[in-house]
């Protein structure tokens, strides 16, 4: 399932050096890299684990899910952008292995995921978006090794997380 290598390192490398940038950013110029949701989720994380709802932080407008998966934030401040990284690389490794069923030889595809500044930054920034496309492509993923079952309740989470992805039910 996995890619090669050389595609999967050079993705994970331009991840590392885009966080590490972007930590950077955030510490020594006047307009920061990260995204300000990440210090929403932050909070709504530390309202959970205080047994509190997440909602109590005012602007907190995800899935709770969100806010427990943040826990460990609250003590690796990276944490969650190392998640949501390690959610946009998973996500080039399933759509390898989806165009391999479908006998599509158009890898260029999976490296321009890998390798697209826009899906970089959007990771490494701290937005839950790449977790969100994750759970797509696992759910469609899952309908193609045929394990319905599975696929529904992956969709089912997909749409628990992030309500935008029930627009993908007709489809």
Known sequence: MWLTKRETLIGLIARLVFLVCGILADNFLPVGFTDLDYKVFTDGAAYVSKGLSPYNRHTYRYSPVLAYLMIPNLYLPIF??????????????????LMRLENDSRMWLVYTWLLNPLVLAISTRGSCDT??????????WLLKKQ???????????TVHFRIYPIIFALS
């Open 147 to 157: 394990r319905e079952w599975l696929a529904a309740v992956a969709f089912g989470f």
């Open 80 to 97: 969650g952008k190392l998640l949501f990284i390690f959610s946009d690389l998973v996500v080039g490794a399933m759509m390898q292995d």
């Open 131 to 140: 977790t969100a496309t994750f759970l797509i492509i696992l759910t469609v």
